[in-house]
């Protein structure tokens, strides 16, 4: 593993432009459960059977029950050594675009700046009727499901549930950042979730280095130049050489 590493750190040490995508494993070291491992499951339900809109149409109790029990989560959460070392990161490199499936908001606790939320924010709640985004921080709500402030209609999460599409303009954004990087990295995601799941590739298929860092092998991890397994709170703060911003 060390040559790996050793073999990443070069790579982003040449770097002017790096472009990260993370995923819920960058935050299991935080405490917060990833989406497809054992502890992913909330009263035996299953991401998949929640976050769609027809779960909502069916249940908004339910699916508001299960967002108001990630939300205590994640305010009892707090960045961990891998959120801090990205954030250190784009202090060190030009141009730095950190392209996040996390929901949870702990990059931007850590520091991070230039971010791009594919799957929307935990935090916001979005009115079914007239679309008005609020930011919520209650833990637990007032009332539950919240309702809008403009137009009294049941709020949604503002987060992009399986068979949504994400806004073209986030799309967009992301693959700029791909298209412009010298390298990318691939930082705890499992990979099988679309659109985000093929960034990757198609960072490789235009001929940038990819360096993938996972708990363990992805279907993806094969396709990569160099792929580190182990906790990303441990590897991703020996990635970048510790300069002071003076040299
Ligand atoms: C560590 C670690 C440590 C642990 N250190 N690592 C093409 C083919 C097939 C299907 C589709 C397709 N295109 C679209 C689809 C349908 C669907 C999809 O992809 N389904 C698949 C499941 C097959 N995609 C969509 O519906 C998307 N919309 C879309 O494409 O619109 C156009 C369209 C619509 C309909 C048909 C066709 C096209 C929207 C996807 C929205 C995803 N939303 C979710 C939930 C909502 C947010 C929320 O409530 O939180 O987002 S799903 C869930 O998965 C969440 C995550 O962001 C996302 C990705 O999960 P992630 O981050 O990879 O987590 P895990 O748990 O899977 O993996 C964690 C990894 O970390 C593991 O590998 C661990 O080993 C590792 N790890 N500890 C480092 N310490
Ligand atoms: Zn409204």
Redesign the pocket.
């Known amino acids: 593993m060390e040559k790996e590493i050793l073999n990443a750190k070069k790579i982003i040490d040449d770097s002017t432009n790096v472009t990260v995508l993370t995923?819920?494993?960058?935050s299991?070291?935080s405490g917060i459960p990833?989406?497809?491992?054992e502890n992913?499951l909330w009263r035996n339900f299953r991401?998949e059977d929640l976050?769609t809109p027809e779960a909502f149409s069916k249940d908004p109790q339910l699916v508001w029950e299960w967002y108001e029990w990630r939300r205590k989560i994640v305010r009892d959460a707090k960045p961990n050594p891998g959120h801090y070392a990205l954030a250190e990161l784009e202090n060190q490199i030009p141009t730095f675009t950190l392209i996040t499936?996390?929901?949870d908001g702990l990059h931007q606790l850590a520091g991070s700046r230039n971010i791009i939320e594919m799957?929307?924010n935990l935090w916001q709640v979005r009115c079914t009727k007239c679309g008005k985004i609020e930011h919520n921080h209650e833990v637990p709500f007032k009332e539950l499901p919240p309702m809008c402030n403009k137009c009294n209609s049941i709020g949604r999460p503002n987060?992009?549930?399986?068979?949504?599409?994400?806004p073209m303009t986030i799309i967009d954004s992301a693959l700029i950042a791909i298209e412009k990087c010298d390298v990318m990295l691939i930082?705890?995601?499992?990979?099988?979730?679309?659109?985000?799941a093929s960034l990757g590739l198609i960072a490789k298929q235009t001929g940038k280095p990819v360096i993938e860092?996972?708990?363990?092998r992805?279907p993806n991890s094969g396709l990569y130049d160099l792929s580190i397994f182990g906790?990303?709170?441990e590897i991703l703060p020996l990635l970048y050489s510790k300069k002071t911003h003076l040299n």
Not at 34 to 37: A, L, V
Not at 159 to 166: D, M
Request: charged share 15%.
């Open positions: 995923g819920a494993g960058i299991a070291e990833t989406f497809r491992g992913g991401s976050a499936q996390n929901i799957h929307g987060i992009v549930w399986f068979g949504e599409i994400i930082v705890g995601t499992s990979g099988v979730v679309e659109p985000a860092i996972n708990l363990e992805t906790k990303s709170g």
